[in-house]
């Protein structure tokens, strides 16, 4: 994604609508092997994917933000964290 498609991407235009359900927390925090450092997990994932080396892509639903060797996964229309992993 170029900069210009950046800045017209409707995931970082609505980067304050970005949240996760208890569940999404708990799954987030472990499979990105997250400590107790890291208080906010939603918070953390929303300066990961508001970086400029995140590499952002939409398939069907989903947005895919691909940045530090992890990938956050985001409903397209709820907005909701449904899963991150380690690449």
Same mark, same amino acid.
């Given at each position: 994604?170029?900069?210009?498609? %950046?800045?017209?991407?409707?995931?970082?235009?609505?980067?304050?609508?970005?949240?996760?359900?208890?569940?999404?927390?708990?799954?987030?925090?472990?499979?990105?092997?997250?400590?107790?450092?890291?208080?906010?997990?939603?918070?953390?994932?929303?300066?990961?994917?508001?970086?400029?080396?995140? %590499?952002?892509?939409?398939?069907? %639903?989903?947005?895919?933000?691909?940045?530090?060797?992890? %990938?956050?996964?985001?409903?397209?229309?709820?907005?909701?964290?449904?899963?991150?992993?380690?690449?």
């Amino acid at each position: 994604m170029n900069q210009t498609e %950046k800045s017209n991407c409707d995931l970082l235009n609505n980067l304050e609508k970005i949240h996760t359900t208890e569940m999404g927390v708990d799954r987030i925090r472990k499979n990105l092997r997250l400590d107790s450092g890291v208080s906010d997990v939603v918070d953390f994932c929303k300066k990961k994917i508001s970086t400029a080396e995140c %590499k952002i892509y939409r398939q069907g %639903k989903n947005w895919y933000c691909e940045v530090d060797g992890m %990938k956050i996964t985001v409903n397209a229309y709820s907005y909701t964290i449904i899963t991150a992993h380690r690449m």
